[in-house]
Every structure is written in structure tokens, then in C-alpha cells.
């Protein structure tokens, strides 16, 4: 997996890390790169947005605020200006504005450290912020995916002024099957604490880059380079196990099917179909979706039924299904009963809703 | 602050010029926390420290509800029944009036046989759901001596629970009380219960961490009087001579520690009940300006307790074993974080993850849900296939759950008889309810987990998995409620 072994100043990683490749974020000749620090611009949307992957209208420097164990788990904690987004449920979103009183948008991301996965569990995930012993707030954080981020766990928060802040981040068991190196893990809930030092200051310096001219376009900005955190990505193709049969797309997603043969990883199963369905781009995982499948062979239907989700070192997070055998011109459908039900932010919030059958003939 | 508006202070109308309405709003004379009687409705908040400064002079300023200026009729009534204490009491009494509690019965061998046979002497709402009383003292106390109750200790405990039996009518008008014993009160016998499974409290959830409650003993006071609740809890622990007038036989004195009234772990109070919430949003956990009806019993703006949701008392009643006729109490702590309920969640995601997605739909629900009568409205529609819902919507009702999964011989496992808190400055809910055995609770709570639920379809383990994501429990309590001839201290094996 990418991932770049950067140094993190202080045990807790409590330096305020300017995030590394930020100023080389996209692509392009814009010229508007700034820092203006007006957030107004954090509640604009691209007026030409159409219903696929698109180019936001800007995006924020984080500041990375800790990483530590819980458990199995390690949790890596940041924040950036507050962000508004959008909730889903079933095929509908909700536009989320953040407050007048919201200071931050605080996320954290989850991954298993020796294999450099990030997890998207199920999320179990609650944060609870203290100030000298007192409760602030405490919430459990809308699982996410971002342009730059990838998957992770955010919503914003209203922290009343300068201060240390202890952020107890709590994680419950995994629900999604775990298999190879993964299995037997993630099965007891975890927590821990992190001492946040917050300024509006800090905050402030944080740069945001508008991207004026291209917003609304189709495209997607590079995921960030978060030191020591792996990046949410899957695998490309050609990094899946076993063979890859096809590939089609839905709703702006890209869905890379597999057929894994005695799969070292799922113990007893002759074939095993894994569909990885991805953002466009940055082959940011789609978990949270309900996705069934019919296998059809010359000799009639051989799988029907609902594809489960699971995560692997070398799949990463997929949706698979043990079945009788795969073969070369074998019809696969996959249906899509409900898209990912994690909330968006800008880029995201119009694609991965509409998601019609995927119809693919394998190789 | 505003020592200029007397009339406010002192009205007998709000500033609309409305007279003071009888009937509910008269009930809670003593208001209950964040609670605001009638005449002040429109008062400023801070508007009659000035005005009303008899109580504030009368007594001595340690607990005081009313000691400081600048405090309103509306914070005044907000303190009382949390902070409790005989002083508060006092003001209450003094500042609001003791209007007319009926009084109880002569004999207390005429109540039922079950503690928890309250049913039949609650309120009723327009469409004859029933109405648990409006303010609640739940206490959590420990017995002064080690070993064995002697029979000293179980004469007195019994006869202080008569005296308030004959002080106040066995009703929401009265008082309906409780007392039930957790599984360490058992081990001074160095035996369980007889015939009742009383384990000690365990996470119920894959993100759940709590405390597990490990006192001696629950009381479980309850009354549409917030003064006959808090009347009550002082002549228990000797601090008022009588109750309701009439003097007390014996206290809990020398036989219970009385609980630290500042300490909400074992002194838990709360509401429940149209208006309560909506004057109570002035709490961390829920926005200030969230748009609680009017009409809605609970923070989450909608009716809980449809008569068709609820167990009957007899299902619930344990009907062999030396505890026959009793019943078992769950109690957890809760504290709810509304603020993405409110302002992140549209009605119709409020209304699917509360009752079902199509309810959302079809527009099903009004306002809190009254139209909806006395069941929640599922339908096979919504529980037919609770799995196959949950794969295409993307979301799971919490009542969808609980229809579909929680039920025995087509009838609830439980009776919920949870109440609104404002205990520690944030919005809560104590979650108690009675159930035959403790398994029932559990069961009730593992559909509420859905788990099965979230490995097939796109639903987390809290996101759009019913209420989930909005609430966390702090603690958790088993106990059992013996009959009512067996409440007072009883052996293990009766």
C-alpha cells in the first residue's frame, strides 16, 4: 500500500503536522491557490455539479492532532475548518450545513497498522471530548468518505475556545467478516484518549485551496498523504487476489470483480467471487452497501443470493460470495438492493446513488 | 437583573393576558426541573429574584432552589426535584402551594399482590394509551449493616413503605413506588433469588462500556406530583415528620444510607410527559433551540408507550419460584446526544429511524405520533422481512425492530416505564422497565442491536440503525422486584 514513512514529531503525534503534498494537491495550472481564510467558502457547492464524481469547490489543509493504539485498532485523529456534508439514507442525502459555533470538523480514521489497511467498520465509532474533567460533547461521528480522506469517521464540533480537550475515541467489535490475516481480529471493542491541543489560531493557518475554475467538473483531487497513516484505498486490479474477470461501473463507481480460486483466505470454499466496488480516481472503498448477485453458466444459475462484506490484507474491503465456480463467459449480475450509506462530503454527495444493475460477461 | 418586572413574577397570567389553565399544568404545581408553572410561561428567565424573596428569606440558603437573585420561577422550578432535600422541598411547598394529594388507603393488604401493578391506577391519553406519571426519584441505597437483614431492620423497611401506602392514594394522583433488590444484596444469603435468574449487568452492545450498578437496593418513586415524589423521598429518610399529613410509622433511618443528593449515580431524577421535554431543552445534549412539540412526552419528539407496544402486567409478573407474583427491573443510565437528531437528520430520517422507512414514506406520522393510537403502526410492510427492509432502504426502524424481533406469543417482552432526565446538566433517559425474567430485557435489547441486521445490509452497528447512534448508556442495573408482602428486606428463599 502507499504509504509514506514520514516522521511524526511527539509520542502522541501531537505536533501540528502541515500535511505533506498539500501544496501539490491537483493536478492543474489553477492559479487560485490561496489562503483565504474566509470559511464561507466552506459552504458553497459547484453550481454545474452533475450526478458523477466532481471536483469540489475547494479544499482544507488538515492539522493531523495524534495517532495512537485502541485495542487492535489505530486511530489517527485530525481536524480541519468545519465542513458541511451530506447524510444518507437508502438513495436520499441530506444536506448537512455546520453551525455558526462549529469550530472544527474533527475525523478520525481507523486502520490496522501492520498491514496499512484502513477499516471501514460498520460504525460503532463514539468520540467524547472533555475539558478539565467536563463533558463538551460527545457524538458518534457519521462514517465518511472524502476526496482527500478516503474513508474515515467526522462530523463537525463546536469546541468553546483555546484549551486542551481530552478526545476519547471508542471503537466497537468489527462487523464485517474478517479473513487471512485479519481473521480472529477486531472482536473486542477499544478505546483511547487523545490530548488535543486546539487554537484558533492553529486552525487558521490551515490553507485552503479553491479551485475555482474546474469546481463542478467531472475529476476527483489526489488523496492525501498522511504520513504515517495508510491511505483508504483498495487495490488496483491488478494488486486484487485471483483473476480478474471483469469490470463495470454504476453510478460513477467502478466495480472490479475477481475470481479467487481456493482462496487462501476463505478456509474450505472451492471459488470465491469478490466484487470491489471503488470511487472513481482514488479507489476509495464503497462500504455500507447491500449488493445480491446472480451467476449465471451455460449450465443455468449457479449463485444467487446476497454478496456479504469483508476485508482482507490483500482484497481490502470488498463484497464477496463462495460459489460453485467461476468461468470464463459466465453472465454476472450485480444489483445493488442499497448504495453506501456512508455520508459524503463535496465530490461525493451527487454519485453512488443511482446505481443500476452491473451487467458483465467475464473474461 | 429584571427586579423591574414584578408582574411577571407575580402574575396570575402570562403576559398574553391567558388565565392559568387547570388540569395537567395544575398537577405539577411544584414544578419539576426546567419545568415552568402556568402564570410564568412568559416570564423572562432571570425576571423574579426580587419579586418572590420570601421563600428566599425563610431558609437557610444551602440548597436552596430560590438562593440566589436573579433566579426565575422557571429555574426555581427546574432545580427542585433534582436537587431534592427537605429545604427544596420546603420552598417548593412554600413558594407553589400543596394543593390537595389524595390520600391512601387504611389497609395496605388491599393493594395488589405485585408491586408493579401500577396500570390500572395511571392516566389515561386521548386514545387510552396509558400515562406513566410525570416525575420520578429513582434511589440507589446500600443497607447500613453487613450480613443478614435482621428482623428489626425488615419491620421498620415494611412499615415506613405502609406509612406511605396510607399517606398517599396508590395512583398517579398519589404515589406509586417500587423497591426491588440487586443480585449483591443476594450474597449476604450466599444464595440466588429463588426461581428468579438475577445476573449481574453486562454491556449490551458491540460499542457499549458501562458501570454496572452494584447497590443493596432500588426505590422507584413516581407521581404526576413532583412534591409527593420528593415529600415522599424526605419522610423515608426522616427528614419531614409526615407525609401527605400524616405522620410516618417508621423511616428508612439506621436501616439505608441515604443516597448524597448531589450524587446522580445513586440519585437519579426525571419526567416524562406532553410539555416536560419541551420546557427542558435548555440542557447540554440537545440544542437549545430544538424543535421539541409540544405535545411530546420524551426528548426525541416522538410517543413511546403505545398500549399495544407494552407487555400486560400479568405477562410480565413472574408466576412460580418463592418470588411469585413479583417482577424484574432493569435500569440503565442514559445520556442522549440530540444535536445531530436535531440538526443533521431530516424529519423523514428522524421518523424512519425512530418507527420504520415506510412510515417515512407514507407520511405515516404526525407531529409526535398521537395519530398513530395505540400501536406504532407496523405493518407487514414494515416487519414481513425486517432483513430484506433493511437491504433496500438502507435503514432500520427502532419500533420496526422491536415488533419484528422482540416479541413472545405476539405480545411485548416488557413495559417500559423509562423517564426524560436533566441529571447532570445534560439531556438523559433512565430506561427502566419490568419484565418477567432479566432475559427478556436482553433479548428486547438485541433486536434493538440489530446485529444480525447490519452483517446483510448496508446498516451499521449504530448508523441508520434505529435510535442507535444517538444515545450512550453510562450504567446499567439488574434487580428483582419482589412481590409486595416480600419487599421489605426478604430472604433469599422465601
Known sequence: MERRRQFLTGAAGLAGLSVAGCTNIFESDESDTGRDRTPTVAATVAENRGRQVYIPTHRDEMAMKGMAGAGDYRVGLMYTYPHQFWIVTGSETERVPFRDDDTVHLMTVVFDEATSTVLPIGAGVSVEIERDGDLVVEKSPWPMISQSMGFHYGDNFALPGDGTYDVTVSLSSMNVRRFGEFGGTFEERAETTFEMEYSDSERNDLEIRQFENRQGDPGAVSMMDMGMMPLSRVPAPSDLPGRVVGEGASGDATFVVSAVEEPPFVEGEDSYLLVSPRTPYNRVPLPMMALSATLESEAGTTFEGQLSAGIEPTAGYHYGAAVDGISSGDELTITVDSPPQTSRHEGYETAFLDMDAVGLTLE | ?494
Not at chain 2, 304 to 314: H, I, L, N, P, R
Not at chain 2, 324 to 348: C, F, M, P, V
Open chain 2, 1 to 494: 437583573m429584571h427586579d423591574d418586572h414584578p408582574s411577571a413574577a407575580n402574575g396570575s397570567a402570562d403576559a398574553d393576558g391567558a388565565p392559568q389553565t387547570p388540569g395537567a399544568a395544575d398537577a405539577d404545581r411544584c414544578p419539576h426541573p426546567g419545568e415552568q408553572d402556568e402564570p410564568d410561561r412568559a416570564a423572562e428567565p432571570g425576571a423574579d429574584a426580587g419579586a418572590d424573596g420570601r421563600a428566599a428569606d425563610e431558609h437557610p440558603p444551602e440548597r436552596r432552589p430560590t438562593d440566589q437573585r436573579g433566579v426565575s420561577r422557571r429555574a426555581f422550578g427546574k432545580a427542585a426535584v433534582a436537587i431534592g432535600g427537605a429545604t427544596a422541598l420546603s420552598a417548593c411547598l412554600d413558594r407553589f402551594g400543596h394543593g390537595a394529594v389524595p390520600s391512601g388507603v387504611e389497609d395496605p393488604g388491599t393493594l395488589p399482590d405485585g408491586q408493579h401493578v401500577w396500570d390500572e391506577f395511571l392516566g389515561l391519553d386521548d386514545h387510552d394509551n396509558r400515562l406513566s406519571p410525570r416525575h420520578h426519584v429513582v434511589l440507589l441505597l446500600d443497607l447500613t449493616s453487613e450480613g443478614v437483614p435482621s428482623t428489626e431492620d425488615r419491620e421498620t423497611v415494611e412499615t415506613a413503605l405502609r406509612s406511605l401506602e396510607r399517606a398517599y392514594e396508590w395512583s398517579s394522583d398519589g404515589l406509586l413506588f417500587t423497591i426491588g433488590y440487586a443480585p449483591r444484596y443476594f450474597e449476604r444469603f450466599d444464595a440466588d433469588p429463588d426461581g428468579v435468574a438475577l445476573p449481574e449487568p453486562e454491556p449490551m452492545a458491540p460499542f457499549e462500556d458501562i458501570e454496572p450498578d452494584r447497590p443493596d437496593a432500588v426505590l422507584h418513586l413516581a407521581s404526576d406530583r413532583p412534591d409527593v415524589v420528593m415529600e415522599a423521598e424526605e419522610a423515608l429518610f426522616g427528614e419531614v415528620d409526615a407525609a401527605n399529613g400524616r405522620g410516618m410509622d417508621a423511616t428508612f433511618e439506621g436501616v439505608f444510607a441515604r443516597p448524597d443528593l448531589d450524587d446522580t449515580t445513586v440519585r437519579r431524577t426525571g419526567f416524562v410527559g406532553e410539555g416536560l421535554p419541551a420546557d427542558h431543552t435548555d440542557v447540554d445534549g440537545v440544542p437549545e433551540d430544538a424543535p421539541v412539540d409540544e405535545e411530546s412526552p420524551l426528548f426525541m419528539n416522538f410517543k413511546s408507550g403505545f398500549e399495544k407496544t407494552q407487555a400486560t402486567e400479568s405477562f410480565v409478573t413472574i408466576e412460580s419460584g418463592g418470588f411469585a407474583g413479583g417482577t424484574t427491573q432493569h435500569l440503565s443510565k442514559i445520556r442522549l446526544n440530540l444535536q445531530q437528531w436535531y440538526e443533521q437528520d431530516n424529519r423523514d430520517q428522524r421518523v424512519g429511524k425512530m418507527f420504520c422507512p415506510v412510515h417515512a414514506e407514507e407520511d405515516r406520522v404526525e407531529g409526535p405520533g398521537h395519530n398513530l393510537g395505540t400501536d406504532s403502526g407496523m405493518d407487514d410492510a414494515c416487519t414481513e422481512d425486517v432483513g430484506e427492509s433493511a437491504r433496500e432502504h438502507g435503514l432500520v426502524g427502532h419500533s420496526q425492530k422491536m415488533a419484528a424481533d422482540a416479541r413472545e406469543d405476539d405480545s411485548p417482552l416488557m413495559i417500559r416505564r423509562d423517564f426524560d432526565s436533566t441529571d447532570d446538566g445534560h439531556a438523559g433517559l433512565h430506561f427502566l422497565s419490568v419484565q418477567q425474567s432479566i432475559a427478556d430485557f436482553v433479548e428486547t435489547r438485541e433486536a434493538m442491536n440489530g446485529t444480525d441486521l447490519t452483517d446483510s445490509s448496508g446498516v451499521g452497528q449504530r448508523l441508520n440503525n434505529g435510535i442507535l447512534q444517538y444515545f450512550s448508556v453510562q450504567r446499567r442495573g439488574n434487580y428483582l422486584l419482589p412481590p409486595r408482602a416480600l419487599r421489605a428486606l426478604p430472604p433469599a428463599d422465601p
